[in-house]
């Protein structure tokens, strides 16, 4: 079994930003598995299932993934990552909201990712975003007065 390094995952992580499906998709076995923690989409198969995941996505919206966090041992990463959605148009029930046109929405998701043969073999995305845990954080730095939703 090869493992993916850290310089590797970092390679993988810019194709994902560029949009580069060839690259990322290199690093994928061919039947691959990407648990999300949402019934809506629940688990995606192969390269395939992952694509057809991301691409009707980013026809609405660009994301960015900034890195915060990569532990990686032989076979396995663990990412911390922060992910900005920048909307080109307006939408509906977008985690709950409403969105327009140049509306940004930043979230952080755990990553794990198990390699084998050299591969990204089963990617889990780990634990569920609570939008109002997420907004009553926010509000907590704010100025009393600021605080609109008040959760």
């Given at each position: 079994?090869?493992?993916?390094?850290?310089?590797?995952?970092?390679?993988?992580?810019?194709?994902?930003?560029?949009?580069?499906?060839?690259?990322?998709?290199?690093?994928?076995a061919e039947d691959v598995t990407l648990h999300i923690p949402d019934p809506k989409?629940?688990?995606?198969?192969?390269?395939?299932?992952?694509?057809?995941?991301?691409?009707?996505?980013?026809?609405?919206?660009?994301?960015?993934?900034?890195?915060?966090?990569?532990?990686?041992?032989?076979?396995?990463?663990?990412?911390?990552?922060?992910?900005?959605?920048?909307?080109?148009?307006?939408?509906?029930?977008?985690?709950?909201?409403?969105?327009?046109?140049?509306?940004?929405?930043?979230?952080?998701?755990?990553?794990?990712?198990?390699?084998?043969?050299?591969?990204?073999?089963?990617i889990w995305f780990l634990g569920k975003g609570d939008i109002q845990e997420l907004?009553?954080?926010?509000?907590?730095?704010?100025?009393?007065?600021?605080?609109?939703?008040?959760?």
């Open positions: 079994m090869a493992a993916i390094t850290r310089a590797n995952f970092l390679e993988y992580m810019r194709a994902f930003n560029a949009h580069d499906f060839e690259k990322q998709y290199s690093f994928y989409t629940g688990m995606l198969y192969g390269k395939d299932g992952i694509r057809g995941h991301y691409l009707p996505l980013f026809d609405v919206c660009d994301e960015y993934v900034v890195p915060m966090v990569v532990m990686n041992d032989s076979h396995k990463v663990l990412l911390i990552m922060e992910s900005y959605f920048v909307y080109n148009s307006k939408l509906e029930g977008v985690f709950g909201y409403a969105v327009e046109e140049g509306d940004i929405i930043k979230i952080r998701v755990w990553a794990y990712y198990e390699i084998e043969n050299g591969k990204m073999q089963r907004i009553r954080e926010s509000e907590s730095r704010a100025e009393p007065d600021l605080k609109i939703f008040n959760y």
